[in-house]
């Protein structure tokens, strides 16, 4: 295994653009989350997927924001008219079944900063 | 629905001395898991050790260990002899009754040479 990566570690956006995170999960692994962390904050959940079948999403995730897992390999994360506020670093996990007994492994995350 | 709190922000510990981190948690599930993470500067998170709520054994994983107290929700983290590379955010975290991690606000771990 390689591990979940993340693309691109980095993002400088201007407010009011759209931006597009990739997410590479570890391989077969069918569950994917995505995770939003602000500074001095623990990470906070967003939404995950079971294969390609969004399961549940957070309030924290505005219509601005959007995630797909099209045939149930990697996901993006996408968000439109960025704010300031979406400065943060945005973490995927991901997990190859279902419940506590297995463990939710990171990436290293996407690291946004919005001017 | 489930709350962390870590009341620590900041812990320093000597090389090969002993740091316990504080955690607290509440939830109203019967079920549930609780985890340590440890975040190492620009690095991923990594899972240090997990506890079922339902076992009363403490879970131990090398120098890491918990002080599981049920009762009292609480959910420390006690790491012996540490090391340099123990030097990270630590965050605590639960899950239950669903598949979504909580968690905590992190204690920054500086070990002192």
């Known amino acids: 295994d390689t591990g979940v990566s993340q693309d691109p570690r980095h993002k400088i956006t201007k407010r009011g653009q759209n931006v597009t995170f990739r997410c590479d999960p570890i391989?077969?692994?069918?569950?994917l989350y995505w995770y939003r962390q602000t500074l001095g904050q623990g990470p906070e959940f967003l939404t995950y997927?079971?294969?390609?079948?969004?399961?549940?999403k957070s309030r924290l995730l505005s219509d601005r924001f959007s995630a797909e897992r099209p045939k149930g390999s990697f996901s993006t994360l996408e968000i439109q008219r960025t704010e300031q506020g979406d400065s943060a670093m945005y973490l995927c996990?991901?997990?190859?079944?279902?419940?506590?007994?297995?463990?939710?492994?990171f990436g290293p995350g996407t690291r946004l900063t919005v001017t | 629905a489930q709350t962390v709190t870590q009341s620590q922000p900041e812990m320093s510990v000597q090389e090969a001395e002993t740091v316990t981190l504080s955690c607290t948690y509440d939830?109203?599930?019967?079920?549930?898991?609780l985890f340590w993470y440890k975040q190492p500067p620009s690095r991923q998170m990594i899972l240090v050790i997990r506890?079922?709520?339902?076992?009363?054994q403490n879970a131990t994983e090398n120098r890491f260990s918990v002080n599981f107290q049920k009762a009292a929700k609480s959910f420390s983290l006690k790491i012996s002899d540490s090391q340099l590379g123990d030097a990270a955010m630590y965050f605590c975290?639960?899950?239950?009754?669903?598949?979504?991690?909580?968690f905590g606000k992190g204690t920054k771990l500086t070990v002192n040479p």
């Open positions: 997927f079971q294969n390609e079948a969004q399961l549940e």
């Open positions: 391989s077969e692994h069918n569950r």
């Open positions: 506890q079922e709520a339902y076992k009363q």
């Open positions: 939830t109203s599930e019967s079920d549930y898991y």
């Open positions: 975290a639960s899950q239950g009754g669903s598949e979504k991690l909580v």
């Open positions: 996990a991901s997990t190859s079944g279902q419940g506590f007994t297995y463990e939710q492994y």
